[in-house]
């Protein structure tokens, strides 16, 4: 396993609270939000990364985009993926550390929060302590090549293109019931927001006179991780499924057993079914669910 990583890095490593907390800051580092005069208002090329959200000197609602020369002009690091389902085995890439990109954007304080949205929809959430966790990398090159060069995803056979995902040896950092820490992998990013993270996950809290207990708490952490990607509460969350919160909330509350059956394995219930299965869900982990998502429909306090 091989890592090239450029001083900036480790000095961005050891400055790392520092530059989340106090962007004025930017003497410190020369990378800090360079990438701002280089962005442009309207995307030139497929390969085109948009940006948008809470980003110093970006009007709010506006999208930039950053060419993906100006993303391979930052300091690069690369490594051998291992492990990552997205590759038939051991593959060497590169690219940007998301650490090293936020500083090159430059986000508003209170920006914790970085999602990924791919073009079809999926949305991968990628909050301040993941990154610190996990150190994902804004994949550039895959073995060397350009996106159009890309293998097809070893699962999916897709283009992964213009952006993917990979970690230098990902271990879990959490466990809920037999949810554990999942690696955030998406492919056919289009598009970066850089968000507060809650105010993003005040869309899927949990409501009503049961919020706070255990169980519910539980469900909430790993549908956050795991239904927000494809699952949409308003304008939050992912839209590939097409299926919104309240439609869960309504399985999980009306009818229990479909519900377990559908998140365990979705193709018993739904031959075409285009969801992941979570086969490893055992009666806990799906009753913490079952209580996470039914508060959203027991909302109104009951009269004494
Ligand atoms: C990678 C995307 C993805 C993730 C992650 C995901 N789903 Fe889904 N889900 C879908 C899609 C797509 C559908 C639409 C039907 C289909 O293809 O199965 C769906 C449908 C469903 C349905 C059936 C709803 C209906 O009315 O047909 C339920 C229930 C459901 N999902 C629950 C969940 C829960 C709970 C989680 C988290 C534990 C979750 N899903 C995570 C993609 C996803």
């Not at 907390?21 to 701002?36: E, F």
């Not at 940007?96 to 991968?124: C, T």
């Amino acid at each position: 396993m091989r890592r090239i990583e450029l001083p900036v890095v480790l000095i961005g490593a050891l400055l790392g609270g520092v530059f989340a907390v106090a962007p004025g800051t930017g003497g410190q580092s020369a990378l800090y939000g360079s990438l701002r005069k280089k962005w442009l208002a309207t995307r030139q090329s497929a390969l085109d990364l948009e940006v948008a959200g809470d980003l110093e000197g970006l009007p709010a609602g506006s999208t930039r985009y950053i060419r993906r020369d100006d993303l391979l002009a930052l300091p690069q690091t690369s490594f051998t993926a291992v492990g990552d389902d997205k590759f038939t085995g051991p593959t060497p890439v590169s690219g940007v550390a998301f650490d090293e990109l936020i500083r090159a954007l430059g986000r508003e304080p209170g920006s914790d929060l970085v999602i990924a949205v791919a073009s079809d929809g999926y949305r991968s959430n990628f909050p301040a302590d993941y990154i610190a966790a996990h150190h994902p990398l804004l994949v550039l090159e895959i073995g060397g090549k350009a996106p159009p060069d890309w293998p097809k995803d070893a699962g999916h056979g897709v283009y992964m293109g213009p952006y993917t995902v990979s970690y230098d040896n990902f271990v879990p950092s959490f466990k809920v019931f037999a949810h554990a820490d999942e690696e955030q992998i998406p492919w056919g990013v289009i598009r970066l927001e850089f968000r507060n993270q809650k105010a993003v996950w005040g869309a899927i809290e949990p409501r009503g006179l049961h919020a706070s207990d255990a169980a519910v708490q539980a469900g909430y952490r790993i549908a956050e991780q795991n239904c927000f990607r494809c699952h949409n509460a308003g304008r939050e969350g992912g839209e590939k499924s097409g299926r919104p919160w309240l439609v869960l909330s309504a399985w999980a509350t009306a009818s229990p057993d479909f519900f377990i059956s559908y998140v365990r394995d979705p193709k018993t219930k739904n031959p075409d079914s285009a969801m992941p299965g979570n086969p490893g869900y055992d009666d806990p982990t799906m009753g913490a669910l079952i209580a996470y998502f039914r508060t959203f429909l027991s909302e109104t306090p009951e009269k004494p």
